[in-house]
């Protein structure tokens, strides 16, 4: 199970960071990604890291501004997002890989989600 949160409403240019904390023993071998969905468009790809930690990858629109880590022995991965922009805004999801580690593919397990609203 999968529980995101740290969303709210922040201004442009603003800092948020979301977090997203799994529940179970194999957390810290699971792949991980952060996707977003705004109002009226599909949900897409923003942030990846594999279960070490050691590689991560970034949707060209959040590159140098969105940084992706985890803590395993918090069974947590975070999103931390700076110099945000209106169209940041949406519906953040954390998601789980349980195989190769596949930034844009397949995601086996997904959290709820957590809203973020950047006004400008």
């Known amino acids: 199970q999968l529980q995101a949160s740290g969303g709210g409403l922040v201004q442009a240019g603003g800092s948020l960071r979301l977090s997203c904390a799994a529940s179970g023993r194999t957390f810290s071998l699971y792949d991980m990604g952060w996707f977003r969905q705004a109002p009226g468009k599909e949900r897409e790809f923003v942030a990846a890291?594999?279960?070490?930690?050691?590689?991560?990858d970034y949707a060209d629109p959040v590159k140098g501004r969105f940084t992706i880590s985890r803590d395993n022995a918090r069974n947590t991965v975070y999103l931390q997002m700076r110099s945000l922009r209106p169209e940041d805004t949406a519906v953040y999801y954390c998601?789980?890989?349980?195989?190769?580690?596949?930034?844009?593919?397949?995601?086996?397990?997904w959290g709820q989600g957590t809203l973020v609203t950047v006004s400008s």
């Open positions: 890291i594999n279960w070490s930690g050691g590689r991560t």
């Open positions: 998601a789980a890989q349980t195989a190769d580690y596949v930034p844009r593919g397949l995601y086996d397990y």
